[in-house]
């Protein structure tokens, strides 16, 4: 089967921060030409500055027929660009797009819309611009009403329309072009929670029938319930184009880490144990089940370890461990506060002298997971919560844990639900009954 999409080294530049010229009177440039006759004639503002930004770099990937393809990263990495140019509205700078079918794009809210006409005249002119004929939209019209749901005010001028009504029409005109190649960005975020749903199932149903599509989103959870690939990209650049639950994992690190560096830069700098004078450090933070293996099998107690080090005895400190799905969601969360566990001068932790270097235990007892990747991370806090030390927050070091699956009867399916972490992430007891 051939790609029914191909990028290859797509880039995009664009000019910012430009000034126009403007231009001497007669006198001035007379007058300019005398005081320096080698030097040539300006504006009076002087040169125009201009900055060039590449908004794509070398972006390569391709798409199979019926895929549904995820597009997410933090406002400015690009993703819009993308869908642009895939969409024939702006051309590269350098690179190729090949597009292998029709194409269907709603790249903003009542695109190809004029506003002192009514719904009607919108349906019809939305269609032509996105290439569908007459027939085909006095055939799907009563189709497209129905969908969006304006049938009271289809003869009312759309400017009279909500922003909800305008993007259920425009999504309606969109979706019902049956196009080979469907683009969407970050429309669906401006309906309600029902229409939304409407439109994933319409997405799923062109799926079924075939249809490519992609669209931009920042909603993770839509990502990973509708999308079979994922397209990640930051600074312009696509970082990762494969496994949506990866690409998602590695976004909201990057989100995490830009917002904990936000965070030391706010903090003061008299903060006790300030992350600039390395007075306190989180040397490792390491999972063992039973069997000194990070993979668990259920029902096995889950341990953490957090080694730790300072240069001189703080007055009063807490450790938290927090436990994360390999989606992004907080599993739970495990503070020495709650255990009334602390680590004060003069005091004991956990029935020994506290030491400059030593090590916390977090004991898990058969945490009820499902299957699946797990990450941890660490962190020590003062007394006032300011943040001392942490380890997997604003750095690369991960640690990792894997909770297996149970055995499954194949002549009952008992247990299927529990090994499947698609399903979710806890389990929880539950009881069939006729």
């Known amino acids: 089967m051939k790609p029914i999409i191909k990028v290859k080294n797509l880039s995009k530049q664009y000019r910012i921060g430009t000034r126009r010229a403007t231009y001497a009177t007669l006198k001035e440039t007379m007058a300019g030409a005398f005081r320096s006759p080698l030097k040539r004639t300006r504006g009076r503002n002087g040169d125009s500055s201009e900055e060039r ?176 690939q994922c397209l990640y990209f930051r600074g312009g650049a696509a970082r990762y184009f494969n496994d949506p639950r990866q690409a998602i994992e590695m976004y909201l690190r990057e989100v995490q880490i830009s917002s904990d560096t936000d965070l030391a830069a706010r903090l003061p700098e008299e903060s006790v144990g300030s992350r600039n004078n390395n007075d306190c450090e989180i040397v490792s933070v390491k999972v063992l089940s039973a069997s000194e293996s990070t993979e668990l099998n259920p029902g096995e107690d889950l341990v953490i370890t957090m080694q730790y080090r300072f240069v001189s005895y703080p007055p009063s400190v807490y450790f938290n461990i927090s436990i994360w799905s390999e989606n992004g969601l907080l599993v739970t969360s495990a503070d020495s506060r709650i255990s009334d566990v602390q680590l004060n001068r003069g005091k004991g932790l956990s029935g020994f002298s506290p030491q400059l270097e030593g090590v916390v235990t977090c004991r898990f007892p058969s945490p009820p997971l499902v299957s699946g990747s797990y990450s941890v991370r660490g962190i020590i806090l003062s007394d006032n919560d300011w943040p001392l030390a942490s380890f997997g927050w604003s750095d690369t070091r991960f640690s990792h844990f894997t909770i297996n699956p149970l055995a499954v009867n194949v002549s009952t399916n008992i247990n299927w639900f529990m090994s499947q972490s698609d399903y979710g992430v806890v389990k929880v007891p539950f009881e069939w009954k006729a």
């Not at 391709?62 to 990495?77: F, H, Q, T, Y």
């Not at 509205?89 to 004029?114: D, Q």
């Not at 005249?121 to 290439?131: P, R, T």
């Open 53 to 228: 930004i590449w908004a794509l770099k070398d972006v390569s990937f391709e798409v199979m027929p019926g895929e549904v393809v995820g597009v997410i990263g933090r406002n400015g990495a690009g993703k819009s660009t993308l869908l642009k140019i895939l969409s024939r509205i702006t051309e590269p700078t350098s690179g190729r797009v090949e597009l292998y079918g029709r194409v269907g794009s709603l790249l903003e809210v009542g695109t190809g819309f004029h506003p002192e006409l009514t719904g009607r005249e919108n349906v019809y002119l939305s269609g032509s611009i996105l290439g569908m004929s007459r027939r085909e939209i006095e055939r799907k019209f009563d189709e497209i009403i129905a969908f969006a749901e304006v049938e009271r005010f289809i003869d009312t001028p759309v400017k009279h329309f909500s922003s909800g009504m305008y993007v259920r029409l425009a999504f309606a005109v969109a979706a019902n072009l049956e196009p080979e190649i469907l683009i969407i960005d970050e429309v669906l975020a401006v309906g309600d929670a029902a229409f939304q749903n409407k439109c994933l199932s319409k997405i799923r149903d062109l799926t079924k029938r075939g249809i490519t599509s992609l669209f931009v989103t920042h909603n993770m959870h839509l990502v990973q319930i509708i999308a079979q």
